[in-house]
């Protein structure tokens, strides 16, 4: 299930190790202060004989997990090679450097940066307590998220190729201020491009296709605008549940089911979106809509 997993632990060396053909390459979860240093990590080869449901690998993966220190690790062939959840601000405030790499490319994770571009080269990038960053033209694949954004504000996302993650671009916790515009969002598991707890963000011009779960995905956001994407064939379409004050004006819905899912989110602006080749054009549950 899991080559190394630390839970609730503390102060520990994961060192030079060769890890294949697990679920988990390296899970920690609630532990803090642990060097993870110079191992090598390839899950391509793990599977569950007629398991009912596709079983998705993962490289290096932090839950709730901070001041932790990676360095050399080398991440490939997993479905989500490496990715961060959390909740806290301190929960994302992990060291770690561009000599990580995931596919060859390497992991840009920064924490409290300002003002600067991603580097092209770029197989990863996470950005926690950032302001004005710009993300564009790469190409990101087979991690947890293609880009997180936490507590990060006023960055450009822009004209990027997102496939094959479990999160094309993850907005989370007070990212607010953003600019998602132009970016190639395909095949990715769980959301394309998803809203938690954000406000003021705008998503323009976006191809959101071929989604196992949701086009665009809002919890407990607000104030947000999403004009003028193309939001097709992905698993859900327009769910708006427990939201109010939403306006969706001027879309092209065809054969949509849930294309965007609202959950206790306001005054959201949704207009000239094309929603196409889903099943359901739009679901309301105890949503207020229209308002």
Request: glycine share 8%; aromatic share 12%.
């Amino acid at each position: 299930y899991a080559g190394i997993y630390l839970n609730e632990s503390s102060n520990n060396n994961i060192i030079g190790n060769n890890i294949t053909n697990n679920y988990h390459g390296i899970w920690l979860s609630y532990s803090f202060n642990n060097s993870i240093v110079g191992n090598n990590i390839t899950n391509s080869g793990f599977f569950i004989p007629f398991s009912p449901i596709p079983i998705k690998t993962h490289g290096i993966r932090l839950d709730f997990s901070s001041s932790n220190s990676l360095r050399n690790n080398v991440m490939a062939d997993s479905d989500f090679n490496f990715g961060v959840l959390g909740g806290a601000l301190s929960d994302f405030v992990n060291d770690v450097d561009v000599s990580n790499s995931v596919e060859g490319k390497p992991v840009y994770y920064w924490v409290n940066r300002g003002n600067v571009e991603v580097p092209l080269d770029a197989g990863y990038v996470a950005l926690v307590n950032c302001t004005n960053v710009r993300i564009e033209n790469l190409t990101l694949a087979k991690n947890m998220q293609g880009i997180l954004l936490a507590y990060t504000n006023y960055t450009t996302i822009c004209r990027n190729h997102i496939a094959n993650n479990w999160n094309g671009i993850l907005l989370w916790y007070s990212s607010n201020c953003n600019n998602l515009f132009g970016n190639n969002i395909t095949a990715n598991d769980g959301v394309g491009i998803s809203f938690a707890m954000c406000s003021n963000n705008t998503a323009s011009g976006n191809n959101i296709a071929n989604t196992n779960g949701f086009g665009i995905y809002l919890n407990e956001s607000s104030s947000n605008t999403i004009v003028g994407n193309n939001i097709i064939s992905n698993s859900y379409g327009i769910w708006l549940g427990d939201s109010s004050n939403n306006t969706i004006t001027g879309n092209d819905l065809a054969n949509n089911q849930y294309g965007t899912w609202l959950l206790s989110s306001s005054n959201n602006k949704f207009y000239h979106n094309n929603f196409m080749d889903n099943t359901q054009q739009v679901y309301f549950y105890d949503s207020g809509y229209p308002n």
